[in-house]
């Protein structure tokens, strides 16, 4: 069992950064995919991006691709998404997620455990 807990998430003006984190508890985070995804009112939860649990890849959703970095430190149990450049649209409350043993999925229904979500306001 994985539980996560986000945070990081605040008020900024729109041009500004933030930096979330997600930590997890227990010994096998290595052995997890991580994932951020975002759900604004009234819409549908998103993929942001995710990482793998081996091999150096990212990906990244179009809309945040060039502003957003995922990362993650193995040593801490930590995933971070340094969110650059943000623009009002990027409003929502972000989620992380982890797959076990996943290549760093888009899909929601690929992820089995979440945490219980940071909002992030971004001011236009």
């Known amino acids: 069992q994985v539980r996560l807990v986000e945070s990081g998430g605040g008020l900024v003006q729109a041009g500004g950064s933030l930096r979330l984190s997600c930590a997890a508890s227990g010994r096998t985070f290595s052995s997890y995919a991580m994932g951020w995804f975002r759900q604004a009112p009234g819409k549908e939860r998103e993929f942001v991006s995710a990482i793998p649990w081996i091999g150096g890849s990212t990906y990244y959703a179009d809309s945040v691709k060039g502003r957003f970095t995922i990362s993650r430190d193995n040593a801490k149990n930590t995933v971070y998404l340094q969110m650059n450049s943000l623009k009002p649209e990027d409003t929502a409350v972000y989620y992380c997620?982890?797959?076990?043993?996943?290549?760093?999925?888009?899909?929601?229904?690929?992820?089995?455990?979440w945490g219980q979500g940071t909002q992030v306001t971004v001011s236009s």
């Open positions: 997620a982890a797959d076990f043993r996943g290549y760093g999925s888009s899909r929601l229904n690929e992820y089995d455990h």
